[in-house]
């Protein structure tokens, strides 16, 4: 069982940043590939960036690569998502989602998730 807290959403203008952080239970965190979806209002959950268990290979959606950086501290339990260049369209609900399996993470199936951050972009 793996317990996920996100922090560090909240309200900023466009173009500036924001870095979310899960903090991860357990012991076996370095066990669990990594990562971050996000859902705005009215749409569908969606897949923004991944990070492998140990060798830091990372994956974005097309939208947010080049602006946000995935990236993890398994002596802190912990997965980042260091966000720049903010846009409103960035504006949603946050994630924080593991498994095993890199795989389950890009197929939008893992199996644990957070309860969520609320990120607002300001125009």
């Known amino acids: 069982q793996v317990q996920l807290v996100e922090s560090g959403g909240g309200l900023v203008q466009a173009g500036g940043s924001l870095r979310l952080s899960c903090a991860a239970s357990g012991r076996t965190f370095s066990r669990y590939a990594m990562g971050w979806f996000r859902q705005a209002p009215g749409k569908e959950r969606e897949f923004v960036a991944a990070i492998s268990r140990t060798d830091g290979g990372t994956a974005y959606a097309d939208s947010v690569k080049g602006r946000f950086t995935i990236s993890r501290d398994n002596a802190k339990n912990t997965v980042y998502l260091q966000m720049n260049s903010l846009e409103p369209e960035d504006t949603a609900v946050y994630y924080c989602?593991?498994?095993?399996?890199?795989?389950?993470?890009?197929?939008?199936?893992?199996?644990?998730w957070g309860q969520g951050t609320q990120v607002t972009v300001s125009s």
């Open positions: 989602a593991a498994d095993p399996s890199l795989l389950n993470i890009g197929r939008s199936a893992p199996d644990y």
